[in-house]
């Protein structure tokens, strides 16, 4: 192997290395990109689903079923929105 090949070797390896880690940038930020959406998806949807849950809880008091028990689950249960907000933000 001449000087020259190696040389072309050096240099395919090095353009090879420099493309793949483009590509990985290109792919982290398209990754983050996508990530950041769905979190402000899961947002808007857990608040869709809160000004629901009031909006029920306003009309029960209006026709008198306050004093009836509620069929919600307990807060911590409440959203699964949140919690997969919540995974999605620790990863």
Do not use: C, W, Y
């Amino acid at each position: 192997m001449s000087g020259h090949d190696a040389e072309d070797t050096k240099q395919s390896t090095a353009d090879m290395t420099a493309f793949v880690q483009n590509l990985l940038e290109q792919m982290q930020s398209r990754f983050q990109t996508m990530s950041n959406s769905i979190i402000s998806k899961i947002d808007e949807m857990g608040n869709r689903i809160e000004e629901l849950e009031q909006n029920i809880n306003e009309l029960r008091a209006e026709i008198g079923v306050e004093g009836s028990p509620s069929p919600s689950v307990p807060e911590t249960e409440k959203s699964p929105l949140r919690e997969l907000k919540s995974e999605i933000e620790n990863h």
